[in-house]
């Protein structure tokens, strides 16, 4: 008997890159290929974890500390992670989740002080796996957050960090997908959707069993 093993794929970028624009296209997409995808976002994903985003969202930005945040989008993660994401893949499926840990070690571990090896030994502890492939859409932060503020929603409390940080975190990324090659696709934002579409659909199909 062959054993079914799903793909899990996670969309990366600063506030305003078009990553949730980007996870519904290609999960269309892949259905429309005939996978069974699971579409899913951090923090998030499953009740509980939504609960706790509402915690980190939401109100005030020195509401925590960078160490209680790192904490609570880890607990958030090891929910998502044992009721949603870890099913979805003993099943065969494909994952597309909207954001997942580099965002912490770009958002928890560059934005009060370096805590990466905070975020990185917390992560060995709980979670222990990364993603099969991991979708970075690049970006210039500007134009980012721009998109981003238009959004005008109650969960800002990221959003509020500024031009500064959201150029380090691009710099950031572009750093982890250097340094992990074999898990990251960078992929130029700044294009017309349906093109950046294109791009991410061939990532994600060339990286199929
Ligand atoms: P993210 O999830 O990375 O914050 P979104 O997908 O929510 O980004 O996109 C932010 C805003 O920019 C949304 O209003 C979206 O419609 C718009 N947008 C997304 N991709 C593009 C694109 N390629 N060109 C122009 N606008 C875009
Ligand atoms: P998201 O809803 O993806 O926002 P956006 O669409 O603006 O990119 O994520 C909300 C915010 O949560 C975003 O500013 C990044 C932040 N975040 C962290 O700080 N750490 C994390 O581990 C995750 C998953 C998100």
């Given amino acids: 008997m062959t054993r079914r093993t799903g793909l899990f794929i996670s969309l990366e ?3 305003g890159s078009g990553k949730s624009t980007q996870a519904e296209l290609l999960a269309e997409g892949l259905e429309a290929a005939g996978h069974d995808v699971l579409l899913t976002r951090e923090p998030g994903g499953s009740p509980g ?8 969202l939401r109100g005030d930005p020195a509401r925590w500390s960078a160490e209680t945040e790192i904490l609570l989008f880890t607990a958030a993660r090891r929910d998502h992670m044992e009721r949603v994401i870890q099913p979805a893949l003993d099943a065969g ?3 597309v989740c909207d954001r997942f840990a580099d965002s912490t070690r770009m958002y928890q571990g560059l934005s009060r002080g370096d805590l990466r090896d905070l975020v990185d030994s917390l992560h060995d502890l709980m979670i222990g796996r990364e993603p099969d492939l991991t979708i970075l859409i690049d970006m210039d932060p500007s134009a980012g957050l721009a998109r981003a503020k238009g959004r005008n ?5 990221f959003e509020d960090f500024g031009l500064e940080l959201q150029e380090r975190m ?3 990324y572009l750093d982890l997908a250097k340094a992990a090659p ?8 700044a294009r017309d959707m349906k093109a950046v579409a294109r791009d991410v659909l061939a990532a994600a199909t060339a990286a199929l069993p």
């Fill in 182 to 189: 074999e898990r990251f696709r960078v992929i130029d934002g």
């Fill in 153 to 157: 929603g109650v969960e800002e409390r």
């Fill in 13 to 15: 970028g600063i506030d």
């Fill in 93 to 95: 499926r494909i994952v």
């Fill in 170 to 172: 691009r710099a950031g």
């Fill in 49 to 56: 974890a939504e609960e706790i985003r509402a915690l980190v």
